[in-house]
């Protein structure tokens, strides 16, 4: 089992930037697929990015594709989510979520995603 805890939300003008961070307690912590999705206030939650087990493979959402890098240090047990030129619509609750499959590209999209954070806030203002 794995605990994740994300961090480096807040309120930020559009076109703005933030970088998440979603930390790990487990020290296998590289035996686990990453995934980032987001929940706004009355809408599903939806999928954001996600990262392999080596960061060598990442597959994003279309609506976040060019704007957000996701990204990860397996030493630190940390994956992090660079999101630029940020939009009133990025405003939601963003979590991190861990999956033990290997997966690359699409398949990385395609997971359970058994394990999930508390979450963090993201606004962004117009």
């Known amino acids: 089992q794995v605990q994740l805890v994300e961090s480096g939300g807040g309120l930020v003008q559009a076109g703005g930037s933030l970088r998440l961070s979603c930390a790990a307690s487990?020290?296998?912590?590289?035996?686990?697929?990453i995934g980032w999705f987001r929940q706004a206030p009355g809408k599903e939650r939806e999928f954001v990015a996600a990262?392999?087990?080596?960061?060598?493979?990442?597959y994003y959402a279309d609506s976040v594709k060019g704007r957000f890098t996701i990204s990860r240090d397996n030493a630190k047990n940390t994956v992090y989510l660079q999101m630029n030129s940020l939009k009133p619509e990025d405003t939601a609750v963003y979590y991190c979520?861990?999956?033990?499959?290997?997966?690359?590209?699409?398949?990385?999209?395609?997971?359970?995603?058994?394990?999930w954070g508390q979450g963090t806030q993201v606004t962004v203002s117009s």
């Open positions: 990262i392999g087990r080596s960061g060598g493979s990442t």
């Open positions: 979520a861990a999956d033990p499959t290997y997966c690359s590209g699409y398949g990385c999209y395609n997971l359970k995603y058994d394990y």
């Open positions: 487990r020290r296998t912590f590289s035996d686990y697929a």
